[in-house]
C-alpha cells in the first residue's frame, strides 16, 4: 500500500439525514449514537448490495463510490437504484424505530481521482475531484427544491430510460462557473411531467408570467410538489425576465 491515484470515470453518492440535528438534540448521545448506527448499517448493506463501495461516515452523512476500487460498467445505474432503495429502506426503519428521519441524496457521474490519499503515516482510499464535490453539493441543493434524490445530467444520461427522472433546473452551485442541469430521481409515477416540461421551457426562456401559470396548475393538483413551489417563489420575487437572463440559476449559498 503506498500513496497515489489514477484517474477514473465513475458514479459517486452522498447522502445525509436531513432532521438529524434535532433528534439529536432531543436524545441522549449514547441514543443518538444507536439510532444512526441502525441507519447506517441497513443503508450500507443496501448500497454494497448495488456493488458500491461505502468510501466514509461524516457525522450523519455517508459518501458512496460506484466503479472503484473495481471497475463496474453500469456504475450509474447501480448507485440510482441504490438511491431510491436507501429511500425505502429509511421509511422501513423509521417505522420501526418510531423515528422521523429522511435522507436527502446527491448523484453525480464523471472523471475523478481514485487512490490512497493523506499523509504517508496515515491514508485512505478515497476519491476526489469535481465530481465529487457535485454530489456533495446536489445532496445540500435537494433542500432548496423539497426534493430528495438529485443527480447530474451525465448520471441521467448514462441510466438513460433505466430510472425515471424529470429535469429540475439548470444551475451554477457556488463558486462554480459552469453550469450544469439537474434531475430529480422519481420514486413513483409523476403524472405532470408535461405542464412541468412547458413550465420550465417559459422559465429559461424568460416568459415567466407563462411559466407561472403552469406552476400554479400544477400546485393547484398536487399542492405538495416542491419544485414547483420553488420556481413560482423566484417569479414572485422577480416578476420579469432580468436584463440579461440565460436560464441559469446562481446559488449564493450551499
Known sequence: LKLGGERRVLTVLFLDMENFTTLSESLEPTKVVEIINVYFDALSNVIMSEGGTVDKFEGDAIMALFGAPLPIEDHAVRACSAALKIRAKVMEINSITEQNLNVRVGVASGEAIVGNMGSTERFDYTAMGDTVN?????????????????????????????????????????????????????????????????????????????????????????????????????????????????????????
Open 134 to 254: 457535485t454530489a456533495s453539493r446536489l445532496e445540500g441543493i435537494n433542500k432548496f427544491y423539497s426534493t430528495k434524490i438529485l443527480v447530474t445530467g451525465a448520471t441521467k444520461d448514462a441510466i438513460g430510460s433505466t430510472c425515471g427522472a424529470r429535469e429540475i433546473d439548470k444551475i451554477c452551485p457556488k463558486g462554480k462557473n459552469e453550469p450544469i442541469t439537474i434531475y430529480e430521481l422519481l420514486e413513483k409515477e409523476c403524472n405532470f411531467l408535461g405542464e412541468w416540461d412547458e413550465g420550465l421551457k417559459d422559465y429559461r426562456n424568460g416568459a415567466f408570467a407563462e411559466a407561472a401559470e403552469k406552476f400554479k396548475k400544477i400546485l393547484s393538483s398536487h399542492p405538495e410538489d416542491g419544485p414547483s413551489k420553488t420556481m413560482l417563489g423566484r417569479i414572485n420575487e422577480t416578476p420579469s425576465a432580468p436584463e440579461g437572463w440565460d436560464g441559469v440559476w446562481r446559488f449564493k449559498e450551499k
